[in-house]
């Protein structure tokens, strides 16, 4: 797919702050208890099954999955994430772009957590169907944005923000798949309860 110069410039400029503010994202993030998100998702799944961890960051919930005896494979944009969540998790991790993905039919979950919320729209739309197409017949995928209807640049990375509403109107244009669930959370970082997220699960029809 062709970026148009001003989303290539956010995917650059959200890669960059990764890259740069690694160590610290990490620090914030790795210890960070997700396990009942974490279970539902797993809950949907067959022991041992295949899951993308679709931008995995500090590579907490590829370990998590992993010491439940599933088979992940994970990818980061970033490479200095790639690194660490690779010595995290004891498993090669790709250095890949989400609109890269070009599997087919290859995993039963894809795991997105507060990942794809960094695509415009347009990209958005375009990674969807990506994932609709890697995932095996009746997978899942959950998802995560931060809840409301914001588009744009905060704290130097791009943010689609969704609503129940909004998400449902994109997801229109996406036929490949339905949701399953969705609900409205807290930040579970310190200092961030304040902040809501809208969780998602999918699955292909």
């Not at 998702?41 to 931008?55: C, P």
């Not at 409205?184 to 902040?195: A, K, L, Q």
Request: net charge negative; charged share 30%; hydrophobic share 35%.
């Amino acid at each position: 797919m062709n970026h148009n110069k001003k989303e290539k410039e956010y995917i650059d400029k959200t890669i960059f702050y990764y890259d740069e503010n690694a160590g610290s994202f990490i620090k914030n993030t790795v210890d960070v208890d997700f396990t009942a998100t974490q279970r539902s998702f797993l809950s949907r799944l067959k022991k041992g099954a295949f899951i993308l961890d679709f931008g995995c960051g500090s590579g907490r919930d590829t370990k998590f999955f992993l010491e439940q005896g599933y088979v992940v494979t994970a990818i980061d944009g970033s490479v200095e994430l790639c690194k660490a969540a690779g010595k995290y998790t004891g498993i090669p991790v790709r250095h890949m772009l989400f609109q890269e993905l070009d599997d087919a039919e290859e995993y039963d979950g894809i795991w997105a957590c507060s990942s794809i919320l960094h695509l415009p729209l347009p990209e958005l739309e375009d990674v969807f169907r990506r994932m609709a197409a890697a995932l095996k017949e009746c997978g899942i995928i959950y998802t995560s944005f931060k809840y409301g209807t914001c588009e744009g640049e905060r704290n130097g990375r791009y943010f689609t923000d969704m609503t129940e509403c909004k998400f449902s109107g994109f997801l229109q244009n996406i036929k490949e798949l339905e949701i399953e669930e969705h609900w409205v959370s807290f930040d579970v970082r310190p200092g961030r309860g304040d902040e809501k997220w809208l969780n998602i699960i999918l699955r292909k029809k």
